[in-house]
């Protein structure tokens, strides 16, 4: 696609509960980045993947999260048993390349979880 | 620890007046520095990205500057108009891709008539 697609845009869920995000990178793009966006926070480094490994884990804040990519496109973070602190704007981008440091990141409009 | 650091929090000024962003970054080490420009519900757009040996970078009334030494760059913003209205956020890189990003928490700018 022409961007960098997310879905939901918005997604309100219960406590304990699990949520998928989705993100559908612009093609060709090898590289997707997942960070988090809590409010007067800057963007959180969550998980980095290169085609569909994920080199960098490191940002992940739990073992409730995981994400996968498949076919070198699409990904999917999942947050298992959601808890309130989960709450914030996870936001999908995708560059060419993975470690060249000049690599511009497109984001999309992120995902906007709210836990109740 | 790296960080980056920006000022003001927030900014309000009338349309057609410029102003000057800042940000103070402890990246090492460093790879560039990016500013960003953050539209209300939407995803950071990138405005400029220069590299150690770059001054200053200009995309059209924005103009960002770079001084590696005193590790601060400033984006300024000039004949401010409606649409300038968003945050912008300063993303110092180490070297590396994307993980390897340090996020400023952004200024808040207002433009009103």
Redesign the interface.
């Known amino acids: 696609g022409a961007g960098v697609s997310q879905s939901p845009s918005n997604k309100v869920t219960e406590k304990g509960k699990d949520v998928e995000l989705r993100c559908d990178p612009i093609s060709g793009h090898t590289a997707l980045y997942w960070y988090r966006q809590s409010l007067g926070q800057g963007l959180e480094f969550l998980i980095y993947f290169q085609g569909n490994s994920a080199p960098d884990k490191s940002g992940l804040p739990s073992d409730r999260f995981s994400a996968e990519r498949t076919g070198g496109s699409v990904s999917t973070l999942t947050i298992q048993r959601t808890q309130q602190e989960d709450s914030a704007v996870y936001l999908c981008a995708s560059s060419l390349g993975g470690q060249s440091g000049a690599n511009v990141l497109t984001f999309g409009a992120g995902s906007r979880l709210t836990v109740l | 620890k790296n960080q980056?650091e920006q000022s003001p929090q927030s900014l309000i000024i009338l349309e057609g007046k410029n102003c000057t962003l800042q940000c103070n970054y402890t990246v090492s080490p460093f790879?560039?520095l990016r500013w960003y420009k953050q539209d209300t519900?939407?995803?950071?757009?990138?405005l400029t990205?220069m590299?150690f040996s770059e001054n200053t970078k200009s995309n059209g009334r924005y103009t960002a500057t770079l001084d590696a030494d005193t590790k601060q760059s400033s984006l300024h913003i000039t004949a401010s108009q409606l649409s300038d209205s968003a945050s912008y956020?300063c993303v110092v890189?180490?070297?590396?891709?994307?993980?390897?990003?340090?996020?400023?928490?952004?200024t808040q700018l207002k433009v009103e008539l």
């Open positions: 980056v790879s560039n519900g939407r995803g950071p757009v990138s990205i590299t956020i890189s180490s070297t590396g891709g994307g993980n390897k990003l340090t996020f400023g928490t952004g």
